[in-house]
C-alpha cells in the first residue's frame, strides 16, 4: 500500500523536475538571446530572465534531490506501537475529521490523492511534523490552526 503511495509522490515530483527544468531552459535561453540584449543601463529584461532561469533550476534540482530522497525512503509499514518517524503515514483525527499525512524528506506541501483520500507530504522539519516526531498512536496534539488551538488525536501511524 505504502509503495504505491511513494510511486504516486515520485511521479508527481519527478513531473515538476521535467517541467522546472523545461521552464529554466527556455528562460536561459530567453535572457541570452540578442533581442534581448540591454539596449541601455536602464534595460534589465536579460538579467531578471537570467535570475529567474537560476531560481528555476535551483527548483529542478531541489527536486530532483526530493525525487531520488523518495526512491531510496523504505517502504515497510510501521507498527501502532511504533514512533512516529521518517516515512509514517499518520492519520490525524480532530473533531471526528481526519486528516492523512505521510513523514517524507523533502517536498512538503506536497499532496497526492490515494486510495479516496488526500495525503499530504509533512517533512520532521516543518511544525506540524516536530511535533508529530517520536509520538504514537493514540497520543494527543494541541495544534495551533488558524489561530486556534485544536486537540488532534494520532488515530493511525502505518
Request: glycine letters at 8%; aromatic letters at 4%.
Given at each position: ?84 518517524a ?16 505521510l ?54 501511524v502505518a
Amino acid at each position: 500500500m505504502k509503495r504505491v503511495l511513494l510511486e504516486k509522490i515520485i511521479t508527481r515530483l519527478q513531473d515538476e523536475v521535467t517541467f522546472l527544468t523545461r521552464a529554466a531552459l527556455a528562460t536561459h535561453a530567453e535572457a541570452t538571446d540578442d533581442e534581448n540584449k540591454a539596449e541601455d543601463k536602464y534595460d534589465t529584461r536579460g538579467l531578471e530572465a537570467s535570475y529567474l532561469a537560476h531560481g528555476q533550476s535551483k527548483a529542478a534540482e531541489e527536486a530532483a534531490l526530493a525525487v531520488a530522497q523518495f526512491a531510496a525512503l523504505a517502504a515497510r509499514d510501521l507498527a501502532p506501537d511504533e514512533p512516529i518517524a521518517l516515512g509514517a503515514l499518520v492519520t490525524l483525527e480532530a473533531k471526528g475529521k481526519p486528516t492523512y499525512y505521510l513523514m517524507g524528506p523533502r517536498a512538503g506541501g506536497t499532496e497526492i490523492e490515494y486510495d479516496g483520500r488526500t495525503v499530504m507530504v509533512i517533512t520532521p522539519q516543518s511544525p506540524l511534523g516536530r511535533q508529530l516526531v517520536g509520538k504514537k498512536q493514540g497520543d494527543t496534539l494541541l495544534l495551533d490552526v488558524g489561530g486556534r488551538k485544536t486537540e488532534s488525536r494520532i488515530a493511525a501511524v502505518a
